[in-house]
């Protein structure tokens, strides 16, 4: 009875593999072709300036415009596109449209920073496309110092030296860092001053809570302390409330981002929410 047993586990535990396989096999199909059919569309999610409320940055979040599933979102399909190179030509998909948007938008007094999310396997691979990156924004007459690059706590952290030193690479050329999702992964506070990163952004587990539990609020307090400390400026996301906006800008926080303010926007709309304002102002 045993072995029959152990028989129908281990065949529902095969079939349970080869499922997982086929599906990963199918979504990558999927995605080739959605390459090809330009389904990927950035959309941008304004960050404003914790004590004026202007929007003086964005960061642009990937999309999957499915023919049938609708808006895929990045968590579905990052990971595999991580693991087959994919992430490449979503890298410069992020990249190229965020270019478009600030051409777009530098004629604003107040000129916007967009930030992109780097992927650490796009620092990590043989050829990477990122150190044309420079070449590319000059041939539109814009400026390195105009884009964020968001990276994970993971990237540092990796033994492999050569993608810490495109990382200083892009430094030198005036890219400016932000940490993502800080106090998540494990971190290495040491990293913060060596890697001369200019922002952090404090994750929105941490923001979840301030308004009801004091450790987090405390938790959140810190790091902000601690981030001037140490010359940066903090963006905390995922802010969905007043109240959490309000104790964040007394905790000092710099820039703020989340569904209070506005969620991630098509391209279109995101202009004309933009323009609106500016009229405002
Ligand atoms: P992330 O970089 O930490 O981005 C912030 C996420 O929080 C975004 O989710 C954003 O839509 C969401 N968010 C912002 N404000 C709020 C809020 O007030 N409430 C809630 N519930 N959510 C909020 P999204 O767009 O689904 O992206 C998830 C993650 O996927 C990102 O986390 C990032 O790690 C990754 N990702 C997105 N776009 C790209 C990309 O172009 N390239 C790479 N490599 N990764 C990307
Ligand atoms: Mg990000
Ligand atoms: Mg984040
Ligand atoms: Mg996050």
Redesign the pocket.
């Known amino acids: 009875k045993a072995k029959q047993l152990g028989r129908n586990g281990f065949a529902l535990f095969s079939s349970d593999l080869r499922e997982q396989a086929e599906q990963r096999i199918l979504l990558l199909k999927d995605m080739r072709q959605a390459l090809c059919a330009n389904q990927f569309v ?1 959309y941008f ?1 304004p960050i404003v300036t914790m004590q004026t409320m202007e929007i003086t940055k964005a ?4 999309r999957w415009q499915h023919p049938t599933k609708g808006i895929v ?3 579905e399909f ?1 990971p595999l596109a991580e693991e087959t190179q994919l ?1 490449h030509q ?2 410069e998909i ?1 990249f190229t449209q965020a270019v478009d948007v600030l051409k777009q938008t530098q004629h604003f007094k107040n000129k916007l920073q967009l930030s ?4 650490p396997v796009q620092f990590s691979a043989k050829h990477t496309t990122l150190l044309a990156w420079q070449g590319q924004l000059a041939k539109h007459q814009l400026t390195p110092d105009m884009l964020v690059l ?1 990276i994970t706590e993971g990237l540092m952290m990796q033994g492999e030296g050569r993608s810490q030193k495109r990382l200083t690479k892009l430094i030198q050329q005036g890219f400016a860092i932000a940490l ?2 800080f106090g998540t992964g494990y971190s290495s506070l040491a990293y913060l001053k060596q890697m001369d990163t200019e922002f952090i ?1 404090i ?2 587990r941490f923001v979840d809570g301030i308004e009801h539990n004091e450790e987090d609020l405390v938790l959140c307090e810190t790091m902000i302390l601690m981030a001037h400390q140490l010359g940066l400026k903090v963006i905390a ?4 409330t007043a109240t959490q906006h309000e104790l964040l800008k007394q905790a000092g926080c710099d820039f703020g ?4 303010y506005s969620k ?1 926007l098509p391209v279109e709309m995101f202009i004309d929410h933009l323009n609106t304002r500016n009229k405002q102002a």
């Open positions: 950035m999610q960061e642009a979040l990937i979102s990045p968590a990052i992430i979503l890298g992020a992109i999310n780097v992927s968001e993502d999702d952004k994750d929105k996301e995922g802010i969905e981002q989340g569904y209070f991630p």
